[in-house]
């Protein structure tokens, strides 16, 4: 038999073209402001490159839906999951998160994450609002008295939880804080990767709906390591 050329049909690569763009659309839209430039990746993920301190900050990846992104007049918009809107403003020295979803559940979700350095370089640390404050250097996170360090905190108990409702990464001289500014439903999460530490929100559904709009602030500071963030 005779071995016939495969057939492309232009209408189908089109198509498949068309397809690609769309799918690449979720991703990559950038805000730029005279200090900041913010950048929504993949898992609702965020890169903040701070233009004062010289350093880029990165949020790790969530395991959350992210569609029907746009930029804003102050900052980004997106779909989480479906049924929760996300809006973050880019202000003078913090970046805003948002959450809404009318009648929407919230339980379970675990998002944003905090801020660590992009460059794994300079050694950095956490910092926990837990007993009377802990300083935890990530090249610590294996050592087996601070194992029990990644675990669930509540935000708004100081008996059980953390004495705040933040936490915080800095190389002592940079940092970003993560506040949230809501969190009587909520508790945040702290685990270990590769790298050293990572933290994000974990919420709770009020009266089995999300019910009011959640939000998350993220303070970065220049200079001044714990004793500016905190």
């Keep these: 038999m005779n071995a016939h050329p495969p057939v492309v049909c232009r209408s189908n690569l089109r198509c498949v073209l068309t397809l690609l763009v769309l799918a690449g ?6 805000v730029e402001t005279p200090r900041f430039r913010v950048s929504l990746r993949e898992g609702g993920a965020l890169e903040v490159m701070d ?23 102050d900052g980004l918009s997106f779909t989480l999951n479906d ?11 913090s970046v805003d998160f948002t959450l809404n979803g009318n009648d929407g559940h919230i339980e379970g979700v675990e998002y944003p994450a905090g801020c660590t350095l992009a460059d794994p370089t300079p050694p950095q640390t956490l910092l926990l609002p837990y007993c009377a404050g802990l300083a935890i250097p990530f090249v610590a996170k294996d050592r087996p008295d601070l194992k029990r360090t990644a675990d669930y905190y509540d935000a708004c108990n100081n008996q059980m939880g953390l004495m705040m409702p933040w936490i915080a990464t800095t190389d002592g001289r940079a940092g970003s804080l ?36 959640r939000r998350v602030r993220y303070y970065f500071r220049a200079e001044g390591g714990a004793v500016a963030l905190c």
Excluded: H
């Excluded at 004062?52 to 007049?73: E, F, G, I, L, Y």
């Design 25 to 30: 659309t979720c991703f990559g839209q950038t």
């Design 51 to 73: 233009k004062t301190a010289a350093v880029t900050w990165v949020q790790p990846a969530a395991k959350v839906k992210v569609s029907a992104a746009d930029v804003t007049a």
């Design 83 to 93: 049924n929760i809107t996300v809006r973050v403003s880019v202000r003078a020295d």
């Design 178 to 213: 993560m506040l949230l500014e809501t969190p009587f439903d909520a508790r945040l999460k702290v685990w270990t990767d590769t790298t050293g530490y990572q933290y994000s929100a974990a919420w709770k559904d009020t009266k089995g709906r999300l019910g009011y709009e």
